[in-house]
């Protein structure tokens, strides 16, 4: 199958959102196409930082269609990837906080009646 200059910007402006997403994390992204019993069938694997592979899978009656399911699988894994990233990041900020918040009870409770 050739792919046209038309398809080869359908599939550019659709994982142009993912890249924002995950900016420098982002490695490298394939999209397979190929037609099957008269279906547009896309599949999109993109390898995230950490060697985190995301993959979405997309049957349809057209190129649009089957291109954008499949970027919209691959995208809210990305979400929920990035979700976890920036959880573990705020953990680690939050947990000097807390042992210094412990020591602040354990001397209020020393001031007695």
């Known amino acids: 199958m050739e792919i046209s200059s038309e398809l080869r910007h359908l599939v550019d402006r659709r ?27 896309s599949e999109l694997v993109v390898h ?38 920036h959880g573990r990041r705020c953990d680690a900020a939050v947990s000097p906080s807390l042992t210094e918040g412990a020591g602040d009870a354990e001397t209020s409770g020393d001031q007695g009646p």
């Open 48 to 85: 995230a930082r950490g060697d985190h592979r995301l993959h979405g899978l997309a049957e349809g009656v057209n190129w649009q269609a089957a291109v954008g399911v499949a970027v919209e699988k691959v995208m809210h894994q990305a979400q929920t990837l990035k979700g976890k990233w």
């Open 15 to 41: 994982i142009l959102p993912l890249e924002r997403l995950l900016g420098d994390a982002l490695v490298s992204a394939d999209m397979v196409m190929a037609t099957k019993h008269h279906r547009c069938v």
